[in-house]
Nanobody, 119 residues
């Protein structure tokens, strides 16, 4: 059983920055990342990082978001810069094996943290 504890998020003005952290416990080092879900929308992939540090981002956040990890602490950090109102959503941390990442029914999810970008 893997527990994911998210922190960060909140309210920020357009163009501002926020960081989200996710700590995993009860697991070996796996692929971790973030999804987000805005009201009325389906949950969408944002970014992932493998245990070797390879990253993948959805096109809409490339150049603005950076995902990093600390394997010693089994944590990941999503640094979000140049935030836009359309980034407003509940952000969910996920842990899964790399081979299982493509099936969202596999792995584990955090409870989510709200990010609101508004003036």
């Amino acid at each position: 059983q893997v527990q994911l504890v998210e922190s960060g998020g909140g309210l920020v003005q357009p163009g501002g920055s926020l960081s989200l952290s996710c700590a995993a416990s009860g697991s070996s080092i796996g692929t971790m990342g973030w999804y987000r879900q805005a009201p009325g929308n389906q949950r969408e992939f944002v970014a992932l990082i493998t245990k070797t540090g390879d990253t993948t981002y959805v096109d809409s956040v490339k150049g603005r978001f950076t995902l990093s990890r600390d394997n010693a602490k089994n944590t990941v950090l999503l640094q979000m810069n140049s935030l836009k109102p359309e980034d407003t959503a509940v952000y969910y941390c996920r842990w899964a094996t790399l081979s299982g990442w493509g099936n969202t029914a596999q792995g584990y999810w955090g409870r989510g943290t709200q990010v609101t970008v508004s003036s």
